[in-house]
């Protein structure tokens, strides 16, 4: 539906209702629509912004299900860095439709979500904000797309949603996976990619979930028409526990499940080449014939029936996997056991994409903070305006529009714990005097209190930038810098690793697990330079895991555009943002004067250097 002015938008829903215009009238949109007009009662000219929760309210909402919003973060926090870029915040809501769980998207995107107050303690039940995709998809337990006027309300005509159901381990509603965006150049076709990529994670996650609940149980994979189901039996072959998926395959009930019906009586194996969770097992239908490879993982207490390694060594597991066989990062690794459990900050440096926050939780996981938070922040996602108050916190009514209860802010949260601060080097100058003082002090001021709050955190900074060269340049702190660079820790461009097929591999098996790729994929794969590293090999294997065919990748599943046109792209902006840069310092920071060096109107200039974020003298 074009967009349209508010008054026509109103009408097209009344006809529409009416079976009057001309569109097809059983149509999810027109039946939602329906709904909201004749069941709920609702007007879809109606101003103002959705329900939200005070922060107390939140915390009572969000305290019983804290253990499932710990497993599906990893995930959603990995999903907003892919879409990120394509101005979407990711949500998680719980069945009533309340976002529990938010990533805004980057800079300008993220004031229209914070304006429109799509965030954490938001509520968009249809009942309440009529046609959207959050709600219509919890109404209807189905992934549903709502693009930009097929929203119920006019005022939301400039969003749009792409929404996937949650289900548990019981196969239960649990909430729903929402991204959102407000990006006008992007068409409905793209919003359907992203629908894709997002019910492929939704489905990694019922996958989490379904595994931490079943984690002394046998878990076989099953495969299906519509993708594959997880199955749990005991030692005895008796089925205990089965997702949504392989119930409606094998037709199974909460009867069947609680009475322990035997495995056999569905599908049937060979057990004993079942022991090795990374081989494919040949599955059969109980009558014998072919269901199809499926694997299948033993429990936890089985695996820990052999032999363990020292827990100093295990600790350090995750970090060793992300080394792999690189020389390099085998080397660093090496160094950070070496420094053990002292409180030495690490900087990361790596080009975006190559997996510095997966990197940064490793190290988190390796120490013996491991039990307390892990809080992240991204500066350059993050507003000017807001990453004070996030970092520092406030009290109540520190400020207008300041929460009721304040905000603790994350450092404080990190209490403990470790604070991971990506891309560092977008911080504003003035937050990194505030932050070297908690360094310095160990001790944080929010604002508008009257006393500072003693804190214990580890810090974690990463940045794609070279700090060193910009505390030489003086558009980043030395002194903050050398505070942050207690080790650095260089993470290799994907193209730059000598274990890159290795790593191809396994991210091909973590993101495609059910399907094989092609030799002329494979091809392209190992030969392609990626540019976005790790994020984008994930987001080209998660695309064409969605969209291959018989569960062969093909070189037409691929979404690899052509390098060389960036590159040149990338190093024209790099060479305007050093000339930009050395104006500036030459008329010591002087815009008008810099400007008029560089034969550039004032605000031609300043639009560059809020694009090439350049820091200027305040």
């Known amino acids: 539906m074009a967009s349209l002015s508010a008054s026509n938008h109103v009408a097209r829903v009344l006809s529409v209702a009416n079976h009057v215009a001309d569109v097809d009238a059983s149509s999810r949109i027109a039946n939602s629509w329906r709904r909201c007009l004749i069941s709920h009662k609702l007007d879809p000219a109606r101003q103002g912004p959705p329900q939200t929760l005070t922060e107390a309210e939140v915390r009572h909402v969000v305290e019983p299900m804290e253990e499932t919003i710990r497993l599906l973060t990893p995930e959603l926090d990995d999903l907003a860095r892919v879409l990120r870029d394509a101005g979407y915040c990711v949500n998680f809501a719980d069945t009533n439709a309340t976002m529990l769980f938010s990533r805004l998207p980057g800079e300008a995107d993220a004031k229209m979500f914070m304006d429109w107050k799509i965030y954490t303690g938001s509520n968009f039940a249809e009942t309440f904000e009529g046609t959207n995709g959050l709600g219509t998809c919890l109404a209807e337990q189905k992934p549903i797309l709502v693009h930009r006027d097929e929203h119920f309300r006019a005022q939301w005509h400039m969003f749009s949603c792409a929404v996937a159901p949650l289900f548990d381990q019981a196969g239960r509603l649990a909430g729903a996976i929402n991204i959102t965006s407000c990006r006008e150049d992007l068409e409905r076709t793209a919003h359907q990619l992203a629908l894709a990529v997002t019910m492929e994670a939704t489905r990694r996650m019922e996958g989490a979930i379904f595994r931490d609940h079943f984690h002394n149980a046998w878990i076989a994979t099953v495969p299906g028409d519509g993708g594959s189901g997880l199955l749990a039996y005991d030692d005895d072959h008796r089925i205990v526990g089965a997702c949504r998926s392989a119930r409606a395959l094998l037709s199974l009930t909460d009867g069947m499940i609680a009475s322990g019906i035997d495995l056999s009586r569905y599908i049937k194996f060979d057990h004993r080449a079942a022991r090795n969770a990374d081989e494919l097992v040949e599955l059969?239908?109980?009558?014998?014939s072919a269901l199809g490879q499926g694997h299948v993982v033993p429990p936890l207490r089985a695996k820990s029936s052999t032999p363990r390694r020292?827990?100093?060594?295990?600790?350090?597991?995750?970090?060793?996997?992300?080394?792999?066989?690189?020389?390099?990062?085998?080397?660093?690794?090496?160094?950070?056991?070496?420094?053990?459990?002292?409180n030495l900050p690490v900087l990361l440096h790596g080009e975006t994409g190559v997996g510095k926050d997966v990197f940064a939780r490793a190290i988190h996981a390796a120490s013996n903070r491991a039990r307390n938070n892990y809080v992240a922040l991204n500066c350059a996602a993050m507003p000017e305006s807001l990453i004070d108050a996030e970092l520092f916190g406030y009290e109540a009514g520190a400020f207008t529009g300041a929460r009721r209860d304040g905000s603790k802010?994350?450092?404080?949260?990190?209490?403990?714990?470790?604070?991971?601060?990506?891309?560092?080097?977008?911080?504003?100058?003035?937050?990194?005097?505030?932050?070297?003082?908690?360094?310095?002090?160990?001790?944080?001021?929010?604002?508008?209190?009257?006393?500072?709050?003693?804190?214990?955190?580890?810090?974690?900074?990463?940045?794609?930038?070279?700090?060193?060269?910009?505390?030489?340049?003086?558009?980043?702190?030395?002194?903050?810098?050398?505070?942050?660079?207690?080790?650095?820790?260089?993470?290799?461009?994907?193209?730059?690793?000598?274990?890159?097929?290795?790593?191809?591999?396994?991210?091909?098996?973590?993101?495609?697990p059910n399907c094989r790729l092609s030799e002329e994929a494979w091809?392209?794969?190992?030969?392609?330079?990626?540019?976005?590293?790790?994020?984008?090999?994930?987001?080209?294997?998660?695309?064409?895991?969605?969209?291959?065919?018989?569960?062969?990748?093909?070189?037409?599943?691929?979404?690899?555009?052509?390098?060389?046109?960036?590159?040149?792209?990338?190093?024209?902006?790099?060479?305007?943002?050093?000339?930009?840069?050395?104006?500036?310092?030459?008329?010591?920071?002087?815009?008008?004067?810099?400007?008029?060096?560089?034969?550039?109107?004032?605000?031609?200039?300043?639009?560059?250097?809020?694009?090439?974020?350049?820091?200027?003298?305040?």
């Open 523 to 618: 091809s392209q794969l190992a030969a392609y330079p990626y540019p976005g590293n790790m994020r984008q090999l994930r987001h080209v294997l998660r695309l064409a895991g969605c969209t291959a065919e018989d569960g062969i990748i093909t070189d037409a599943d691929l979404d690899l555009p052509p390098f060389g046109r960036r590159t040149a792209e990338s190093d024209l902006a790099a060479a305007e943002r050093a000339t930009i840069i050395e104006a500036l310092r030459k008329h010591g920071g002087r815009v008008t004067e810099a400007a008029r060096a560089l034969k550039l109107s004032r605000a031609t200039l300043y639009r560059k250097i809020k694009l090439l974020k350049i820091e200027t003298a305040q």
């Open 284 to 288: 059969r239908r109980a009558d014998g």
């Open 409 to 512: 802010g994350l450092i404080v949260q990190a209490d403990g714990g470790t604070l991971f601060l990506d891309e560092i080097g977008d911080m504003p100058i003035g937050l990194q005097t505030r932050l070297l003082r908690v360094l310095e002090n160990r001790e944080v001021w929010p604002l508008g209190a009257l006393k500072p709050v003693p804190v214990d955190i580890r810090l974690i900074s990463a940045s794609h930038r070279d700090l060193g060269r910009m505390a030489e340049e003086g558009v980043f702190r030395a002194d903050l810098y050398f505070r942050l660079r207690g080790m650095e820790v260089r993470l290799p461009a994907l193209r730059e690793r000598a274990d890159r097929d290795d790593v191809i591999r396994q991210i091909a098996r973590e993101e495609a």
């Open 310 to 342: 020292d827990v100093t060594v295990d600790r350090f597991d995750a970090l060793h996997r992300l080394a792999g066989r690189d020389p390099s990062l085998i080397k660093s690794v090496k160094r950070l056991r070496s420094i053990g459990d002292h």
